[in-house]
């Protein structure tokens, strides 16, 4: 954006000069009028705002913004203000100059004549195809305000489900580093000094202290290695789970694992049955919405199976039967969108579904919150009772050998 100069006088009748960021002077001028300023003389400079641009680019935009702009859009638009309006005091107000600047364009676009939605399409990154669907049949339909009151509501849901479930992780996750860190520490400080004791008095070390020995040398002489294995695996692991057979292995093995697994499969069903019942209430076709869920959900199971799913209900298969058929829906979610297609109301039908899928959610990150802390405890324990033991019994046969 272009920086201009201004000289200009205020409601107090004081001559005020300064610098305004604006795409153009129309908007400059424009900006200032809403600061009740009166101008006196603006031109443009090749100045820029001091940290301005790096600062834009440095910034990330994550999902408190969008779920923000979602809400305060909504209200806005209730309110009776138009788009561009609602976009020019949203653009002033964030504080994430990526985010303005983003919001100036999509602005722009839509004073030039493009819909809200083929604007937003052009922000893949921030917009997902969900988002973009409900947003065309807002506009289509003439309920856009409505739509994004219940898409803000939704999103708000939905940050405040992955909140818990991430909150869940952090425990575990500190522990864990905590442990490699100490462990690291005790492999290449203290055991090589232990070594050399033991070198000193030339007595026969148990099995667990020679293993323990044995892996603090590879700690001191091959950390470099063990580093770029690491990396080198993350990187590898990375490009194979891209791949279509990665994908399937990886998402299929994650379902199976203990606890963790009966949680991302209800985590996933919530995400399905909560988006799919606000795109059919807002006036989406049940195909169209099958198809948007397909890429947008994180598991290849799902995705296939849904891919299925629409395929069958395309050539006439009543919903609930063709659920039944695929394992990674339970039988419950057939039995309802059974209920769902006799009463004709499949949007109440999966929002109360998706409600259901979260208690029991939560339910499960409860119950992994309160078994986590002794599983993490027995581990710690018997790391600790291993080093122990091999520290400590040479050096109590050592002191045998003394009497």
């Given at each position: 954006?272009?920086?201009?100069?201004?000289?200009?006088?205020?409601?107090?009748?004081?001559?005020?000069?300064?610098?305004?960021?604006?795409?153009?002077?129309?908007?400059?001028?424009?900006?200032?009028?809403?600061?009740?300023?009166?101008?006196?003389?603006?031109?443009?400079?090749?100045?820029?705002?001091a940290g301005g641009a790096g600062l834009q680019n440095l910034q990330k935009i994550g999902l408190t913004e969008i779920v923000n702009f979602?809400?305060?859009?909504?209200?806005?638009?209730?309110?009776?203000?138009?788009?561009?309006?609602?976009?020019?005091?949203?653009?002033?107000?964030?504080?994430?100059?990526?985010?303005?600047?983003?919001?100036?364009?999509?602005?722009?676009?839509?004073?030039?004549?493009?819909?809200?939605?083929?604007?937003?399409?052009?922000?893949?990154?921030?917009?997902?195809?969900?988002?973009?669907?409900?947003?065309?049949?807002?506009?289509?339909?003439?309920?856009?305000?409505?739509?994004?009151?219940?898409?803000?509501?939704?999103?708000?849901?939905?940050?405040?489900?992955?909140?818990?479930?991430?909150?869940?992780?952090?425990?575990?996750?500190?522990?864990?580093?905590?442990?490699?860190?100490?462990?690291?520490?005790?492999?290449?400080?203290?055991?090589?000094?232990?070594?050399?004791?033991?070198?000193?008095?030339?007595?026969?070390?148990?099995?667990?202290?020679?293993?323990?020995?044995?892996?603090?040398?590879?700690?001191?002489?091959?950390?470099?290695?063990?580093?770029?294995?690491?990396?080198?695996?993350?990187?590898?692991?990375?490009?194979?789970?891209?791949?279509?057979?990665?994908?399937?292995?990886?998402?299929?093995?994650?379902?199976?694992?203990?606890?963790?697994?009966?949680?991302?499969?209800?985590?996933?069903?919530?995400?399905?049955?909560?988006?799919?019942?606000?795109?059919?209430?807002?006036?989406?076709?049940?195909?169209?919405?099958?198809?948007?869920?397909?890429?947008?959900?994180?598991?290849?199971?799902?995705?296939?199976?849904?891919?299925?799913?629409?395929?069958?209900?395309?050539?006439?298969?009543?919903?609930?039967?063709?659920?039944?058929?695929?394992?990674?829906?339970?039988?419950?979610?057939?039995?309802?969108?059974?209920?769902?297609?006799?009463?004709?109301?499949?949007?109440?039908?999966?929002?109360?579904?998706?409600?259901?899928?979260?208690?029991?959610?939560?339910?499960?990150?409860?119950?992994?919150?309160?078994?986590?802390?002794?599983?993490?405890?027995?581990?710690?324990?018997?790391?600790?009772?291993?080093?122990?033991?091999?520290?400590?019994?040479?050096?109590?046969?050592?002191?045998?050998?003394?009497?």
């Amino acid at each position: 954006m272009a920086v201009f100069t201004y000289r200009a006088r205020g409601s107090d009748n004081k001559i005020t000069s300064g610098l305004v960021e604006a795409p153009n002077e129309t908007t400059a001028v424009k900006l200032l009028h809403e600061k009740q300023l009166f101008i006196i003389s603006i031109k443009k400079t090749s100045t820029q705002i001091a940290g301005g641009a790096g600062l834009q680019n440095l910034q990330k935009i994550g999902l408190t913004e969008i779920v923000n702009f979602t809400r305060q859009l909504a209200t806005m638009m209730v309110a009776g203000l138009s788009i561009p309006e609602a976009l020019t005091i949203l653009r002033t107000q964030t504080t994430n100059l990526k985010f303005a600047a983003i919001l100036e364009n999509i602005e722009h676009e839509i004073v030039g004549g493009s819909s809200f939605a083929d604007t937003l399409g052009k922000y893949p990154e921030l917009f997902p195809p969900t988002f973009m669907a409900l947003i065309r049949a807002g506009e289509s339909s003439g309920t856009l305000d409505r739509v994004l009151t219940r898409l803000a509501d939704v999103m708000e849901s939905e940050r405040e489900f992955r909140s818990k479930v991430q909150g869940a992780m952090i425990y575990p996750a500190i522990i864990l580093v905590g442990m490699t860190v100490v462990v690291f520490i005790m492999m290449t400080v203290v055991v090589p000094k232990l070594t050399t004791l033991y070198k000193d008095f030339n007595i026969t070390l148990p099995v667990t202290t020679r293993i323990l020995i044995a892996v603090s040398t590879f700690f001191v002489h091959f950390w470099w290695l063990m580093i770029g294995i690491i990396i080198g695996g993350a990187v590898l692991f990375r490009r194979w789970r891209k791949t279509p057979e990665g994908e399937l292995i990886v998402d299929s093995l994650v379902f199976k694992l203990p606890i963790f697994g009966n949680l991302q499969k209800k985590t996933m069903l919530v995400e399905f049955t909560r988006t799919l019942g606000m795109l059919i209430a807002s006036g989406v076709h049940i195909l169209d919405g099958l198809r948007i869920l397909q890429e947008s959900l994180g598991n290849v199971l799902f995705r296939n199976a849904i891919g299925e799913i629409a395929k069958r209900v395309e050539k006439g298969f009543p919903l609930g039967d063709t659920f039944a058929q695929y394992a990674v829906f339970p039988p419950i979610v057939s039995q309802m969108m059974k209920v769902g297609e006799e009463t004709g109301k499949l949007d109440d039908t999966l929002t109360k579904l998706s409600g259901y899928f979260q208690s029991e959610t939560d339910n499960i990150v409860k119950g992994l919150t309160t078994a986590l802390e002794p599983i993490i405890m027995v581990i710690l324990g018997v790391g600790v009772g291993f080093i122990v033991i091999s520290v400590i019994t040479p050096i109590y046969n050592l002191t045998s050998q003394f009497k």
